[in-house]
């Protein structure tokens, strides 16, 4: 099954820092979801987006649907330590009934 | 809350021991799904179901089996352990219809030596 191409595979920054990453698919979507994995954990749901070009914030993180389907982003305002992580991207295509991930992004935060 | 509870954190097996793997939920979540995680390919799908007795292939069904008998619970079996099967195990749920959003236990971390 197709998997999700999510990037950057890592990112070292600096506390107080914004981050971005994102997701790209091959196929369109109907469902967009975030989750971070603390280590030793399992993932949690950060935000969740069903609309195209829906834009959807929770606290410091800030999450967009894409208009053509394919695509998401999500950004971190002014990183913090426990932000450290890895964050999964997800999407659900119109035709299947099971999530794709992608292979994470893995946040390291120096204070 | 949604609880999702994954019987054991950690296991250690030896080649060719069969493995049971426990999953439970407690907000009578209709679908089930079984994930394996590893560095770099993200988590990739074994097993779901969307109903008692009822189970579909994920991307990766070779080497396992699931059994779903009650809806709140959703078994991860495999019948010999492999070394290539050392691997962190998650499970989720998620209410009925469409995938919609999954719920995570903590995970198993299973070493096959």
């Known amino acids: 099954g197709q998997q999700l191409n999510q990037s950057p595979q890592s990112m070292f920054i600096q506390e107080g820092e914004d981050v971005s990453m994102n997701c790209t698919s091959s196929?369109?979507?109907?469902?967009w979801l975030w989750y971070k994995q603390d280590p030793g954990e399992g993932p949690v749901l950060l935000i969740a987006?069903?609309?195209?070009?829906e834009l959807t914030s929770n606290g410091r993180l800030t999450a967009q649907f894409g208009i053509t389907r394919k695509d998401s982003f999500l950004n971190i305002s002014a990183s913090i330590p426990s932000d450290v992580g890895i964050y999964f991207c997800?999407?659900?295509?119109?035709?299947?009934?099971?999530?794709?991930f992608g292979a994470g992004t893995r946040l390291t935060v120096k204070p | 809350d949604v609880k999702v509870t994954q019987s054991s954190r950690y296991l250690v097996k030896r080649t060719g021991e069969k493995v049971f793997l426990e999953c439970v939920q407690d907000?009578?979540?209709?679908?089930m799904f079984w994930y394996r995680q590893d560095p770099g390919l993200g988590l990739r799908l074994i097993y779901f179901?969307?109903?008692?007795?009822?189970?579909e292939k994920g991307d990766i069904p070779e080497g396992y089996s699931v059994s779903r008998e009650k809806k709140e619970r959703f078994s991860l079996i495999l019948e010999s352990a492999s070394t290539n099967q050392t691997s962190m195990y998650l499970c989720?749920?998620?209410?009925?219809?469409?995938?919609?959003?999954?719920?995570f236990g903590e995970g198993s971390r299973l070493t096959v030596l």
């Open positions: 989720a749920s998620s209410i009925g219809g469409a995938a919609g959003e999954l719920f």
């Open positions: 196929s369109i979507f109907n469902t």
């Open positions: 987006l069903y609309k195209a070009g």
């Open positions: 997800a999407g659900q295509e119109w035709n299947n009934n099971d999530m794709r």
């Open positions: 907000m009578d979540h209709e679908n």
């Open positions: 179901s969307y109903d008692v007795k009822m189970k």
